[in-house]
Nanobody
Framework: QVQLVESGGGLVQAGGSLRLSCAAS????????MGWFRQGPGKEREFVTA????????YYADSVKGRFTMSRDNAKNTVYLQMTSLKPEDTAVYYC??????????????????WGQGTQVTVSS
């Protein structure tokens, strides 16, 4: 079983950048397909981005494509989310998630087995 801990959230002005990190422990990190989700105020949790086991493939929600970049370092058991050109609508709690089973859509919460506690990102206008 893997434990996930996010960090790097905070308050940033619109147009700014932040980098989130998610450190994993307790499992063989390279066996997990990893994703980031977010939940804005009054909204349901939604898919943001995902990355394959060795980092060769990444997938993005249309709303963040071109602005966010997900990466992973299997030697450090960590995934990253580089966020640029941030907008007030990016304000949300960002969650890191790990999937140990088969992945199909990559965008559905049920495909992920482990979740972090979340980190708050607030973008001011």
């Amino acid at each position: 079983q893997v434990q996930l801990v996010e960090s790097g959230g905070g308050l940033v002005q619109a147009g700014g950048s932040l980098r989130l990190s998610c450190a994993a422990s307790g499992g063989t990190f390279s066996r997990y397909f990893m994703g980031w989700f977010r939940q804005g105020p009054g909204k349901e949790r939604e898919f943001v981005t995902a990355i394959s086991w060795r980092g060769g493939s990444t997938y993005y929600a249309d709303s963040v494509k071109g602005r966010f970049t997900m990466s992973r370092d299997n030697a450090k058991n960590t995934v990253y989310l580089q966020m640029t050109s941030l907008k007030p609508e990016d304000t949300a709690v960002y969650y890191c998630a790990a999937a140990e089973g088969p992945i199909s859509t990559r965008k559905e919460e049920y495909e992920y087995d482990y979740w972090g506690q979340g980190t708050q990102v607030t973008v001011s206008s």
